[in-house]
């Protein structure tokens, strides 16, 4: 079952990490690959591998009167909260009331309205100390559910498939060692988005910008017209920016420009950002914005206190699909065929698919059932996943040449 396979994969720790330099960036990711790639090979799926980086590739062959699809999920979980030794819990019929997850921690309606949504369903939540992993575990459960009902279920028609187990998505790394030359498709779909209505081929473009400020360390009892206090520049350049462009402040096709860390001390400090936008003129003109700022604060102290190096991430698909709604078209077909009417949401985020697009593979982005993603706060929505893989089975029995 779809639920049994999540929390299989969700006792995994396979949270990757910024600071590392390694492929996969974390060695847990390497205990689910090595899982994956069992269930894959049990399955009866060709062409089964994991590879030197730890991606785990497999093949099912279908009727050459097909598209050849694939289908993608990665295995990481994001650093913003713990993934290891999650404990899920398992709320059927849910009242539409606060969720407890804890003595001290509640997932309340007024904080989380889209809670409102799952009255009935059958929820899956966390204990309030670890995020679910339902980003995108659920995604990859999905994909298994997939393939096994087509291997069981011979009569369902279908086109060659490849899939596609991935990491250190949360990244930014998730397609840094993807194996084009064997992963050969029409067009591709990644499960890693969530309510199963959605289909996303709209991204932010994406930039980082790391500041080292240079400060002047003196004794503070001779500093007068001496000391720079790189902490209080760090704080200065801060208070520059836009402040109705920070992440809290926006939504829909807002950019924004988010402050992710700040260490230091007198004589050194380091401010790392992100910069988001849809439209890639904003987005040049936030990181001018940084340049101006940097000009400005260096000419006020006389030096170069500020050490700006911007660096662009990844770019937004849309204008990939100009021409060629393929992909868009016969996932709307297949929700028609669902029952399910087809919505569209630009991603405020970024997505393994909008890499491979740029790179090749058409790849829109497709629901998995989860919520509240990145967060201890987290949850699945069991009837969602469920609904993801009808519509994606529908889809691969449409997908005719």
Not at 49 to 64: F, I, K, R, T
Not at 179 to 187: E, G, P, R, T
Request: aromatic letters at 8%; hydrophobic letters at 35%; one cysteine or more.
């Amino acid at each position: 079952m779809l639920i049994d396979k999540l929390l299989d994969y969700v006792k995994y720790d396979t949270t990757s990490c910024e600071d590392s330099d390694t492929s996969p960036s974390t060695p847990g990711q390497w205990d689910l690959a090595n899982h994956l790639k069992e269930e894959l090979e049990k399955l009866g799926l060709e062409q089964v591998q994991l590879d030197e980086n730890c991606y785990v590739y497999g093949y099912l062959p279908g009727d050459e009167e097909y598209l050849t699809l694939g289908l993608i999920a990665h295995m990481d979980t994001s650093e913003q909260a713990s993934g290891k030794d999650v404990k899920p819990r398992i709320i059927e019929n849910y009242d539409g009331t606060d969720i407890k997850l804890n003595d001290e921690l509640y997932t309340t309606v007024e904080r989380f309205p889209n809670l409102k949504d799952y009255i009935g369903k059958t929820l899956v939540v966390t204990d309030g100390t670890t995020l679910l992993g339902a980003d995108d575990k659920a995604g990859v459960a999905c994909i298994m559910e997939v393939l096994e009902t087509l291997i069981d279920n011979k009569e369902l028609k279908h086109g060659p498939l490849w899939v596609c187990f991935s990491p250190d998505e949360e990244i930014g790394r998730g397609t840094a060692h993807f194996n084009y030359d064997l992963f050969k498709v029409d067009f591709a779909y990644t499960l890693d988005g969530d309510k199963p209505e959605y289909i996303e081929y709209e991204n932010f473009n994406a930039a980082s910008a790391v500041i080292d400020v240079n400060g002047i360390s003196v004794h503070p009892g001779s500093a007068k017209d001496k000391m720079v206090n790189a902490l209080q520049v760090a704080h200065e350049f801060h208070a520059m920016t836009d402040p109705e462009a920070r992440a809290e402040k926006t939504d829909s096709y807002d950019g924004f420009n988010l402050l992710m860390g700040l260490e230091g001390e007198v004589g050194h400090a380091r401010m790392q950002y992100i910069m988001r936008n849809h439209d890639m003129a904003k987005l040049r003109k936030q990181k001018s914005d940084f340049e101006q700022i940097a000009k400005s604060l260096n000419e006020k102290y006389g030096y170069e206190v500020i050490d700006l190096k911007l660096k662009d991430s990844y770019r937004n698909m849309k204008e990939k699909f100009e021409g060629h709604m393929e992909p868009i078209e016969l996932v709307r077909k297949a929700m028609a065929e669902c029952g399910m009417e087809c919505k569209s949401q630009a991603i405020r985020g970024g997505t393994d698919g909008a890499s491979l697009t740029w790179n090749g593979i058409l790849c829109p982005n497709l629901g998995t059932g989860g919520q509240n993603f990145h967060g201890v706060h987290e949850f699945w929505c069991k009837e969602d996943g469920e609904l993801v893989v009808r519509m994606v089975l529908t889809l691969l029995g449409m997908a005719k040449r």
